[in-house]
């Protein structure tokens, strides 16, 4: 893209009065977008669509926090972050800016009360709610043995009572204990395994029902980790067993060189030897992923050869 390209894309996504709003907003501190839509008395899908645009200009910068999204102004000292603290300049608080600045206050106050802005390897919030109504009605029970790195508490629950025998996978010292003290207060009977303790066994065991969350490691525009994690779903499923994996919507989109997401997403498990079942998509507190439910792909007979 050029010179004159970037600079058009920017001053378009700042060319609105709902998102010079929420530049201000931002200001302020990173928020969520449930705390900026609060603020601007707007819903989530709404306020999600316009940080969208503000952060494919560059204008915010977009950072995992937990469960949440938040967004912040640019760090720095890039033409980016000079051209928004020019048009911050020129913004002045009125009442109705003031308004929203003391009604995002309140917003964050509330969050903290609730623990903060779903900070903590198993924070609740309303996008792990989305995530189980989504996908649970589908047929997750009575799967038998099944592999789960999930850090939605609420699709943990319910994936974890449903199957015969449960491993919770966690990715860090740290968040196996958080896992371990969950399924101990909740009454769940499941053992659990660090990753690369269980992964690097010589003989790995099979599971009919393997679920990877969004790579930790994932970045926007980066699909390496989203490639892994496909490839190991492979791997560890039984010759019947399904798989449902996640990526990231935006991280797709960034990587995907024109090509439509989910269109990108079926390209990776075929890639992968995984056959694609459905794409759920689900949305909500500025997140938006797509789950693949899959299986292992059949694989082909060879021909048999003429007399």
């Given at each position: 893209m050029?010179v ?23 200001a ?10 609060a603020a601007?008395?707007?819903?989530e899908?709404?306020v ?23 967004y ?17 300049a020129?913004l002045?608080?009125?009442?109705a ?5 003391l ?9 903290a ?14 996008f792990?709610?989305?995530?189980a109504?989504?996908l ?14 999930c ?16 491993v ?6 740290a968040?196996?204990?958080?896992l ?13 395994a ?6 690097v ?16 490691t994932?970045?926007?525009g980066?699909?390496?980790?989203l ?12 010759p019947?067993?399904?798989a449902?994996l996640?990526?990231d ?28 079942q ?5 949305e ?24």
């Open positions: 050029s004159l390209d970037t600079l058009a894309t920017q001053l378009r996504a700042a060319a609105d009065e709902r998102r010079l709003r929420l530049l201000r907003l931002c302020d501190g990173p928020a969520s977008v449930s705390a900026l839509a601007c008395a707007d819903s899908p709404n999600s669509r316009q940080l969208k645009q503000l952060a494919g200009a560059g204008l915010v910068q977009r950072t995992r926090q937990g469960q949440f999204v938040e912040a102004l640019p760090a720095g000292e890039g033409d980016e972050a000079r051209l928004v603290q020019w048009l911050l020129r002045a608080d009125d009442p800016l003031q308004a929203a600045r009604a995002l206050q309140r917003a964050r106050r509330a969050e009360a609730r623990g903060g802005a779903g900070r903590g390897p198993l924070a609740p919030s309303r792990g709610r989305a995530l109504a989504a649970v009605p589908a047929g997750a029970n009575g799967s038998g043995r099944a592999l789960l790195r850090r939605h508490p609420e699709l943990l629950a319910a994936l974890a009572r449903s199957a015969r025998e449960a919770l996978l966690a990715t860090s010292a968040e196996r204990a958080a371990r003290r969950w399924a101990a207060e909740r009454g769940v009977a499941a053992e659990v660090l990753a690369p303790a269980l992964l066994q010589p003989a790995a065991p099979r599971w009919d029902l393997v679920v990877l969350d969004e790579p930790p994932s970045r926007p980066a699909i390496g980790a490639e892994a994690d496909l490839e190991l779903a492979r791997r560890l499923l039984a019947a067993g399904r449902w996640m990526a919507y935006d991280a797709l989109e960034a990587a995907a060189g024109g090509v439509a997401p989910p269109r990108r997403l079926r390209g990776l498990l075929l890639a992968a030897g995984l056959e694609c459905d794409l759920v998509p689900v909500s507190e500025g997140r938006h992923v797509l789950v693949a439910r899959c299986a292992a792909a059949p694989v082909a007979a060879p021909l048999a050869r003429s007399a």
